[in-house]
């Protein structure tokens, strides 16, 4: 006889805490061997995920709770990920809703709780870090109910169960004055308040697709939950495409979870995740099913992409020096194979066989996508992101951004000035006690393209930015681009002390001495609106009145480091950024070179 199942999704806000509380859950489950060495955030297992310290792409695991098995999901916290988040709701009874004792709900928490909702979810609520200075439990708990009413919910919706907690402290409890050093609260709510699954295992096989996963000893592995019936390890089955044909295979390996691992299973029944061997060309949101009876499942609906930027082959005069990967067919078929995983991502061709059209949900979305790209040694070139009008009942829409900014109070009225400026519309502003105020804005998405470097110079590094797609809606007006000039380099070299000494008074670079250049390529900001060419390749002339050593203690201001998200938002609609395994370049497009 099979165990009781529940299937539960962790959402949230962008570091609120989820995958640090699954951490805790985990532990407490004793999935882990006494004296076993366990890292912090062990779902994220992606490289970039650690080094950024947010989830990229959901996964799922399985502790057993009171001989229950207990699926958890857990999801990305930023907007650019939303369509992890939607595809893996089907899979799911209930889910577990948690959000910053000091910080309440946020624009992610809204899109979140939005499509829990519609999907008919009861959510529990998790009101986390309640050990943390400044942390007010009872205010969060207020305003996630306020969320909930915005959003619609229903009676049952709105009498959400809530627990206090600590991911960190590894423990929940269900009032402020109860005693707990544990997480066997919130597994007891997961029992009593997630619904056990509905599927039917005598109905016919249905499993839909929802991750796609690849071992080099079976090849592509499909994930999802058995929403009806009964699979078994080498048996038939039959996968519905999306366009409706339907391609027979057999069942090569069947697995289920069991804490981080994977374990094998001759069967598996109604309301399992299981993960299935045998498809080598299954994608996210299709059926497996019976082959005597094959009835399709919904196709997995996510929201549209809001952004677009043209991925291009290196045509550079540095191109092809760096990278092993840098023709057209093998970034086209990169970026087709990203198509298979990436739910929310969209690719198309254009008149040049050298130029893809990528949309995403953000600049985040995109530039995980690049980064990842170059780390597999891939070379290319990237446009300045754009957004994605829309046209409704004849009338151009653009997408609109709820944002929310945390800024000291001397940087609130500056804030408020630009974004004003970038066609924004406050919607509330809350002064803090701590020296800080928490702004509400709706703007276009287009106001917000190169907005985060601004914020941050305009808060000397001290503001929170967050923000969300809101909705789309009619055509604002011009919002004027206001960024200084470039410095761009005029011939081919490598930068110098000297030349670049010269030039300091000219604005601030991006580089720093003894870096290779190219004519075109930019070199730095000007500190006027211009853009202008600059030598930075000329060297002194050495005499014998003049010793090479004279200018050692003389020293060049810090340079401005371009990272790949700040390259993304400082580029303007004539420049593009050079993408390879090891170098980010800012640069002209050759027809806009500045003419000497």
């Given at each position: 006889?099979?165990?009781?199942?529940?299937?539960?999704a962790?959402?949230?806000?962008?570091?609120?805490?989820?995958t640090?509380?699954?951490?805790?859950?985990l532990?407490?489950s004793?999935?882990?061997?006494?004296?076993?060495?366990?890292p912090?955030?062990?779902?994220?297992?992606?490289?970039?995920?650690?080094?950024?310290?947010?989830?990229?792409?959901?996964?799922?695991?399985?502790?057993r709770?009171?001989?229950?098995?207990?699926?958890?999901i857990?999801?990305?916290?930023?907007?650019?990920?939303?369509?992890e988040v939607?595809?893996?709701?089907?899979?799911?009874d209930?889910?577990?809703?948690?959000?910053?004792a000091?910080?309440?709900?946020?624009?992610?928490?809204?899109?979140?709780?939005?499509?829990?909702l519609?999907?008919?979810l009861?959510?529990?609520v998790?009101?986390?870090?309640i050990?943390?200075?400044r942390?007010?439990?009872?205010?969060a708990v207020?305003?996630?109910?306020?969320?909930?009413?915005?959003?619609?919910?229903d009676?049952?919706?709105?009498?959400?169960?809530?627990?206090?907690a600590?991911g960190?402290?590894?423990?929940?409890?269900r009032?402020?004055?109860?005693?707990s050093?544990?997480?066997?609260?919130?597994?007891?709510?997961?029992?009593?308040?997630?619904p056990?699954?509905v599927?039917?295992?005598?109905k016919?096989l249905?499993?839909?697709?929802?991750?796609?996963d690849?071992?080099?000893?079976?090849?592509r592995?499909?994930?999802?939950?058995?929403?009806?019936?009964?699979?078994?390890?080498?048996?038939?089955?039959?996968?519905?495409k999306?366009?409706?044909?339907?391609?027979k295979?057999?069942?090569?390996?069947?697995?289920?979870?069991?804490g981080?691992k994977?374990?094998?299973?001759q069967?598996a029944s109604?309301?399992?995740?299981?993960?299935?061997?045998?498809?080598?060309?299954?994608?996210?949101?299709?059926t497996?099913?019976?082959?005597n009876?094959?009835?399709?499942?919904p196709?997995?609906?996510?929201?549209?992409p809001?952004?677009?930027?043209?991925?291009?082959v290196?045509?550079?005069?540095?191109a092809?020096?760096?990278?092993?990967?840098?023709?057209?067919?093998?970034?086209?078929?990169?970026?087709?194979?990203?198509?298979?995983?990436?739910?929310?991502?969209?690719?198309?061709?254009?008149?040049?066989?050298?130029?893809f059209?990528?949309?995403?949900?953000?600049?985040?979305h995109?530039g995980i996508?690049?980064?990842?790209m170059?780390?597999e040694?891939?070379?290319?070139?990237?446009s300045?992101?754009?957004?994605?009008?829309?046209?409704?009942?004849?009338?151009p829409?653009?997408p609109f951004e709820?944002?929310?900014?945390?800024?000291?109070?001397d940087?609130?009225g500056?804030c408020i000035?630009?974004?004003?400026?970038?066609?924004?519309?406050?919607?509330?502003?809350l002064?803090?006690?701590?020296?800080?105020?928490?702004?509400?804005f709706v703007?276009?998405?287009?106001?917000?393209?190169?907005?985060?470097?601004e914020?941050?110079?305009?808060?000397?590094?001290e503001?929170?930015?967050?923000?969300?797609f809101?909705?789309?809606?009619?055509?604002?007006?011009d919002?004027e681009?206001r960024?200084?000039?470039?410095?761009?380099?005029?011939?081919e070299?490598?930068?110098?002390?000297?030349?670049?000494?010269?030039a300091?008074?000219r604005?601030?670079?991006?580089?720093?001495?003894?870096?290779?250049?190219?004519?075109?390529?930019?070199v730095g900001e000007?500190n006027?609106?211009q853009?202008?060419?600059?030598?930075?390749?000329?060297?002194?002339?050495?005499?014998?009145h003049?010793?090479?050593?004279?200018?050692?203690l003389?020293?060049?201001?810090?340079?401005?480091?371009?990272?790949?998200?700040r390259?993304?938002?400082?580029?303007?609609?004539?420049e593009?950024?050079?993408?390879?395994?090891?170098s980010?370049?800012?640069?002209?497009?050759s027809?806009?070179?500045?003419?000497?």
């Amino acid at each position: 006889m099979s165990l009781p199942i529940r299937n539960v999704a962790i959402i949230a806000h962008v570091d609120h805490g989820k995958t640090t509380l699954v951490d805790a859950l985990l532990r407490q489950s004793g999935i882990f061997r006494e004296g076993e060495e366990v890292p912090d955030c062990v779902m994220d297992s992606n490289d970039i995920e650690r080094e950024r310290g947010i989830t990229i792409l959901s996964k799922n695991t399985a502790v057993r709770y009171k001989e229950t098995v207990i699926n958890i999901i857990d999801t990305p916290g930023h907007a650019d990920f939303g369509g992890e988040v939607e595809r893996v709701l089907g899979m799911v009874d209930g889910c577990i809703l948690i959000v910053d004792a000091n910080e309440g709900p946020m624009p992610q928490t809204r899109f979140v709780l939005k499509k829990a909702l519609e999907k008919g979810l009861r959510p529990i609520v998790v009101i986390n870090k309640i050990d943390r200075h400044r942390a007010s439990p009872h205010t969060a708990v207020d305003k996630v109910l306020d969320l909930f009413l915005e959003l619609g919910a229903d009676d049952d919706q709105c009498e959400f169960p809530y627990l206090f907690a600590s991911g960190l402290g590894g423990f929940a409890k269900r009032t402020l004055e109860d005693e707990s050093s544990d997480m066997q609260p919130m597994f007891e709510y997961i029992l009593e308040y997630v619904p056990p699954p509905v599927g039917n295992p005598e109905k016919s096989l249905q499993m839909q697709v929802t991750t796609l996963d690849y071992s080099e000893y079976v090849g592509r592995i499909v994930i999802g939950k058995i929403h009806n019936g009964v699979i078994k390890a080498g048996q038939l089955a039959s996968l519905i495409k999306e366009d409706g044909s339907i391609v027979k295979s057999k069942i090569s390996k069947l697995m289920g979870f069991e804490g981080l691992k994977r374990i094998e299973l001759q069967e598996a029944s109604a309301g399992n995740i299981v993960a299935v061997a045998g498809f080598s060309d299954a994608n996210i949101g299709e059926t497996i099913t019976c082959p005597n009876d094959p009835q399709a499942l919904p196709l997995i609906k996510v929201d549209e992409p809001t952004l677009q930027m043209t991925f291009s082959v290196n045509d550079s005069p540095f191109a092809g020096q760096e990278g092993k990967l840098v023709t057209s067919r093998q970034v086209r078929d990169r970026l087709m194979r990203e198509l298979e995983t990436n739910v929310a991502l969209r690719v198309e061709e254009t008149d040049s066989p050298d130029k893809f059209l990528v949309s995403g949900r953000g600049e985040l979305h995109l530039g995980i996508l690049i980064e990842n790209m170059r780390r597999e040694g891939y070379e290319f070139q990237v446009s300045q992101p754009q957004v994605i009008y829309r046209e409704v009942n004849s009338q151009p829409y653009e997408p609109f951004e709820y944002l929310v900014l945390d800024v000291p109070e001397d940087g609130v009225g500056s804030c408020i000035e630009r974004l004003g400026q970038r066609r924004a519309e406050m919607q509330d502003m809350l002064v803090g006690g701590n020296g800080r105020t928490q702004l509400d804005f709706v703007v276009p998405a287009r106001g917000l393209i190169g907005f985060r470097g601004e914020f941050m110079r305009m808060t000397r590094g001290e503001g929170i930015m967050n923000h969300s797609f809101l909705e789309y809606r009619a055509l604002s007006g011009d919002i004027e681009a206001r960024r200084n000039g470039v410095l761009i380099s005029f011939e081919e070299g490598v930068s110098t002390f000297y030349a670049m000494k010269n030039a300091e008074d000219r604005g601030v670079f991006f580089i720093t001495p003894g870096t290779k250049v190219y004519r075109g390529m930019i070199v730095g900001e000007n500190n006027r609106p211009q853009d202008l060419e600059l030598n930075i390749c000329k060297t002194k002339q050495l005499t014998n009145h003049r010793a090479a050593t004279g200018d050692e203690l003389v020293q060049l201001q810090a340079p401005m480091e371009m990272s790949l998200e700040r390259a993304l938002e400082y580029i303007g609609n004539d420049e593009l950024v050079e993408v390879t395994p090891q170098s980010i370049r800012l640069r002209k497009l050759s027809k806009k070179l500045v003419k000497r």
